[in-house]
């Protein structure tokens, strides 16, 4: 009778320890630097976990505000080993803000982790302060979590974000040459799951879902115990 006990939990477990994420749409940016090609990042949207994001990262790179848009952009802000931060339509070098919804609008998605390089967040001044600044990680940031509204993951097109990373930067981490980006575009796409990389291989899975599991067997295997003890005297 333990047996089935302990496959019925770790059935339980392990997808409540699973995290997934609702792709609704991808966008993808065409990128030069000193107006020679880089490549192209492909960007999906979790358009259910931060609706008014992707609402309005969408508009910027499909019609923009005011006849500006993502296209014409820079990347304005290059840090190795932490991120590449751009979409300032307003001026270009960090200071601009602006959205569909006004100046700034309120944080969302504060539940996706950084918990690997690709993930597309929100850069702002502050809680409630999104405008259109965006940044994508190139590693781990872990510190950023809970800080920043994460609406995307880079899946396509991360050795371009990295080649970005690699651009020679002044004192201030502004790019000696301009990168651009020359291209903004939305690829046709049937919403689906998307799990983060930690979640891809069994192993993976089980290491996620160990702690929890233990701790239940555990528990379990104590109650079992006193209720074989109290058999004896019954």
Not at 158 to 179: A, F, G, N, Q, W
């Amino acid at each position: 009778m333990l047996f089935p006990k302990l496959l019925c939990i770790l059935a339980i477990l392990i997808p409540a320890n699973s995290l997934s994420y609702t792709v609704t749409s991808r966008i993808y940016m065409d990128v030069k630097h000193n107006k020679k090609d880089m490549g192209r990042i492909v960007i999906a949207l979790f358009g259910e976990n931060a609706p008014k994001t992707v609402k309005n990262f969408r508009h910027l790179c499909l019609r923009g505000i005011k006849g500006k848009s993502y296209v014409g952009s820079r990347f304005h802000r290059i840090v190795p080993r932490f991120m590449i931060q751009g979409g300032d339509i307003v001026s270009n070098d960090g200071m601009g803000s602006i959205s569909i919804y006004g100046k700034y609008f309120e944080d969302e998605g504060l539940q996706i982790e950084h918990n690997r390089p690709g993930y597309v967040g929100m850069a702002n001044r502050g809680p409630n302060t999104n405008g259109c600044q965006f940044y994508i990680t190139t590693v781990t940031t872990n510190w950023l979590n809970g800080k920043h509204s994460v609406f995307g993951k880079v899946i396509e097109g991360l050795d371009v974000v990295h080649r970005i990373e690699d651009v020679k930067t002044d004192s201030e981490d502004y790019p000696v040459e301009p990168v651009e980006i020359s291209n903004c575009g939305e690829i046709p796409t049937e919403p689906y799951t998307f799990y983060p990389d930690d979640f891809k291989t069994p192993w993976s899975w089980v290491k996620s879902a160990g702690p929890p599991v233990a701790m239940s067997l555990t528990v379990m295997f104590i109650f079992h115990y006193f209720f074989r003890q109290l058999d004896q005297y019954c």
